[in-house]
């Protein structure tokens, strides 16, 4: 059967409270006293009883369906509607007493559907005492309960209503957080995935094309590259999973031996000076992506000889600047880019509170990373002075180091 395909709706998505202007119609069972009378012939002109009862439930109906959709709740209409249904309890019940006395908690109803906050309490206590003192002129002290029910008619419906509406705006707005986390967490990736990729296949042409021009002439050190293209590639793979779950941290000092071994075998001398306190985890994490970047860039699109990544630490900020003597044909920070390349590191830079500088230099092109200090762990070398090293540096401290350089890419350039 057809009925059988509809799907239900999920729990989480239903409104809370009432579903809809249905569930205020059977209240509307209150005036069957009223309606009794006109048709027993016990209201006099009974042909205004019947004209006003009828009015005044087509106007109820209404109200309390479009009090269900906020922009039709907040039109005049509904205002004037109200209004009308006012001018009709208190002409009916005014007129007839008795059983026409229950139109005032009907009318609670309908103004606790429609009204929110002040205006809400401007009425209700003056309805209210309305109610009871007409109430008091027929039925005596049964008024109270008169007055009482339109009193607690109305603010129980508002209350009930208003807190619906609530919970419907808190999830919405969950939702909506939702969705900009999950848009946060897609440019988290799409940002480390074009960092570390773009560095890591950048250092892989490289050095298979120092392998390449080495091999006919010098084989070890052929094999030597080759090595290290098998270890970028290793070490690209754990970098990769880590950035899929979220929990890769960046390391300066490791950036900058992958900067040495790929600036070096692409023919381009480094030159690495630091100088400062021990830097925090955050601050080292986001200058080892600032170094990743400029370096790739500089393997690509520069043609440079020479290389300098200047570090420079006080108490209260650290400078990084990377700047190269080759031609300044930079991809533009400023253009477009879908969130990554300088683009990228500028937003990740901006978010910590820092800036990053992009743009041709006297000779070159330079990047100029500025980072406020966190907190660093202590480190049991003071690390003050100056700390200068160039390739041929690395070159000669290959043998001592060949189990970092063989995580890190090595220094392979004959």
Same mark, same amino acid.
């Given at each position: 059967?057809?009925?059988?395909?509809?799907?239900?709706?999920?729990?989480?998505?239903?409104?809370?409270?009432?579903?809809?202007?249905?569930?205020?119609?059977?209240?509307?069972?209150?005036?069957?006293?009223?309606?009794?009378?006109?048709?027993?012939?016990?209201?006099?002109?009974?042909?205004?009883?019947?004209?006003?009862?009828?009015?005044?439930?087509?106007?109820?109906?209404?109200?309390?369906?479009?009090?269900?959709?906020?922009?039709?709740?907040?039109?005049?209409?509904?205002?004037?509607?109200?209004?009308?249904?006012?001018?009709?309890?208190?002409?009916?019940?005014?007129?007839?007493?008795?059983?026409?006395?229950?139109?005032?908690?009907?009318?609670?109803?309908?103004?606790?559907?429609?009204?929110?906050?002040?205006?809400?309490?401007?009425?209700?206590?003056?309805?209210?005492?309305?109610?009871?003192?007409?109430?008091?002129?027929?039925?005596?002290?049964?008024?109270?309960?008169?007055?009482?029910?339109?009193?607690?008619?109305?603010?129980?419906?508002?209350?009930?209503?208003?807190? !619906?509406?609530?919970?419907?705006?808190?999830?919405?707005?969950?939702?909506?957080?939702?969705?900009?986390?999950?848009?946060? /967490?897609?440019?988290?990736?799409?940002?480390?995935?074009?960092?570390?990729?773009?560095?890591?296949?950048?250092?892989?042409?490289?050095?298979?094309?120092?392998?390449?021009?080495?091999?006919?002439?010098?084989?070890?050190?052929?094999?030597?590259?080759?090595?290290?293209?098998?270890?970028?590639?290793?070490?690209?793979?754990?970098?990769?999973?880590?950035?899929?779950?979220?929990? =890769?941290?960046?390391?300066?000092?490791?950036?900058?031996?992958?900067?040495?071994?790929?600036?070096?075998? !692409?023919?381009?001398?480094?030159?690495?000076?630091?100088?400062?306190?021990?830097?925090?985890?955050?601050?080292?994490?986001?200058?080892?992506?600032?170094?990743?970047?400029?370096?790739?860039?500089?393997?690509?699109?520069?043609?440079?000889?020479?290389?300098?990544?200047?570090?420079?630490?006080?108490?209260?900020?650290?400078?990084?600047?990377?700047?190269?003597?080759?031609?300044?044909?930079?991809?533009?920070?400023?253009?477009?880019?879908?969130?990554?390349?300088?683009?990228?590191?500028?937003?990740?830079?901006? !978010?910590?509170?820092?800036?990053? /500088?992009?743009?041709?230099?006297?000779?070159?092109?330079?990047?100029?990373?500025?980072?406020?200090?966190?907190?660093?762990?202590?480190? !049991?070398?003071?690390?003050?002075?100056?700390? /200068?090293?160039?390739?041929?540096?690395? #070159?000669?401290? =290959?043998?001592? #180091?060949?189990?970092? #350089?063989?995580?890190?890419?090595?220094?392979?350039?004959?």
């Amino acid at each position: 059967m057809r009925q059988g395909k509809r799907s239900k709706q999920p729990e989480s998505e239903r409104r809370p409270g009432p579903p809809s202007g249905y569930a205020m119609l059977p209240w509307l069972l209150l005036g069957l006293g009223a309606f009794s009378n006109v048709i027993q012939g016990r209201t006099p002109n009974a042909w205004i009883g019947a004209v006003g009862l009828l009015v005044f439930n087509s106007l109820y109906i209404s109200v309390v369906f479009r009090s269900f959709d906020p922009v039709r709740r907040r039109s005049p209409g509904s205002r004037w509607s109200l209004l009308a249904m006012g001018v009709l309890t208190f002409g009916l019940a005014g007129g007839y007493g008795g059983a026409w006395l229950v139109f005032f908690p009907l009318l609670g109803l309908a103004c606790g559907t429609v009204m929110r906050g002040k205006a809400l309490m401007w009425v209700a206590a003056p309805l209210s005492v309305s109610a009871g003192l007409i109430g008091w002129h027929y039925e005596g002290w049964q008024a109270v309960t008169i007055a009482y029910g339109t009193f607690l008619s109305m603010m129980v419906t508002a209350v009930i209503l208003a807190l !619906a509406e609530t919970i419907m705006e808190l999830r919405d707005t969950r939702q909506e957080l939702a969705r900009s986390a999950v848009e946060q /967490e897609r440019l988290r990736f799409s940002r480390d995935l074009h960092d570390l990729l773009g560095h890591t296949l950048s250092v892989v042409v490289v050095k298979a094309e120092a392998a390449r021009r080495l091999a006919p002439r010098h084989l070890e050190a052929a094999l030597g590259q080759i090595s290290d293209i098998e270890s970028v590639g290793r070490l690209a793979l754990t970098e990769i999973r880590e950035a899929v779950t979220g929990y =890769r941290e960046g390391s300066l000092s490791t950036e900058l031996d992958r900067a040495r071994s790929a600036l070096t075998a !692409a023919g381009i001398e480094p030159v690495v000076r630091q100088s400062g306190p021990p830097l925090g985890p955050r601050t080292e994490a986001l200058l080892g992506w600032v170094v990743r970047e400029a370096v790739t860039n500089a393997l690509r699109h520069s043609a440079a000889s020479h290389c300098d990544i200047v570090l420079k630490g006080t108490s209260e900020q650290v400078v990084l600047t990377v700047t190269d003597d080759g031609a300044s044909a930079q991809p533009d920070p400023s253009a477009p880019c879908d969130g990554t390349g300088l683009k990228g590191l500028t937003e990740r830079l901006a !978010a910590a509170g820092g800036s990053l /500088e992009a743009g041709p230099a006297a000779r070159g092109f330079r990047v100029r990373a500025v980072l406020p200090v966190d907190a660093a762990p202590p480190a !049991a070398d003071s690390g003050d002075g100056p700390n /200068e090293s160039n390739g041929r540096d690395a #070159n000669n401290g =290959r043998a001592a #180091n060949n189990e970092k #350089n063989h995580q890190a890419g090595r220094t392979d350039a004959p």
